[in-house]
């Protein structure tokens, strides 16, 4: 049990933005959003994560609903190298992260 | 030098032959994981340690066995390989859960195929 939802795939043309959805509309108040992206067969690189709050790094945005029941990824201006399979994950001390099978994300030229 | 490292990249063996992957990492991080991919499917996880005396089973242990010999190395056996279990095998640590927030950090990855 993945405990989030995520579209299959997304397609994004290069330079616009691209926003990627997660649901996870039974997340508890303590469990933290975290999204992962794999790219071809490397293993998956942390993007961000967030409790409640919206986040931002040099890699992207997380931008969290007020009732936590759902997130969006955004990578502010896509490049092809952004072509991956991203993960979106909940954690929980208690927990192990449960990887679902996540969207395959394509950035077209 | 990459903070977790596996060992074989690639391993090809027959079926009903013993193999064993390594990892190694330099994160000082407390717990470990071993997890499989099957080819355009998420990672599922076999086995996990949260310190050196403590190896729990994950979704998928049966045919698998781990030792973790110190805090940076943990290794996963097969015992007897067989074809289902051809594919591709991450080991990742963490500080989750021991107050950090790092989340998982990944290894490149160690694809075996099993004939």
């Known amino acids: 049990d993945a405990k989030t939802t995520q579209p299959p795939s997304m397609d994004c043309a290069e330079g616009r933005a691209a926003n990627l959805p997660c649901n996870h509309s039974t997340i508890s108040g303590n469990e933290y959003v975290y999204w992962y992206r794999q790219i071809h067969s490397q293993g998956p690189q942390y993007i961000i994560h967030?409790?409640?709050n919206n986040e931002t790094n040099e890699m992207a945005s997380l931008i969290i609903t007020e009732d936590r029941k759902s997130s969006t990824l955004i990578l502010p201006h896509a490049t092809l190298r952004d072509t991956a399979v991203y993960y979106c994950?909940?954690?929980?001390?208690?927990?192990?992260?449960?990887f679902g099978g996540g969207t395959r994300l394509m950035v077209k030229p | 030098d990459a903070d977790v490292t596996q060992t074989p990249r690639n391993r090809i063996t027959k079926t009903g032959k013993r193999i064993m992957l390594e990892c190694s990492q330099t994160?000082?991080?407390?717990?470990m994981y071993w997890y499989r991919q099957d080819p355009g499917l998420g990672l599922r996880l076999i086995y996990y340690s949260f310190d050196v005396k403590d190896i729990n089973k994950g979704e998928i242990s049966d045919g698998y066995s781990v030792s973790r010999q110190a805090q940076a190395k943990f290794s996963l056996s097969l015992e007897s390989a067989i074809p289902n279990q051809t594919a591709l095998y991450f080991c990742?640590?963490?500080?989750?859960?021991?107050?950090?927030?790092?989340?998982?950090?990944f290894g490149s990855g160690t694809r075996l195929t099993v004939v």
């Open positions: 990742a640590t963490s500080d989750l859960g021991t107050g950090g927030r790092d989340g998982y950090t």
């Open positions: 994160k000082g991080h407390d717990r």
């Open positions: 967030g409790l409640k």
């Open positions: 994950l909940r954690w929980d001390a208690g927990n192990m992260l449960t």
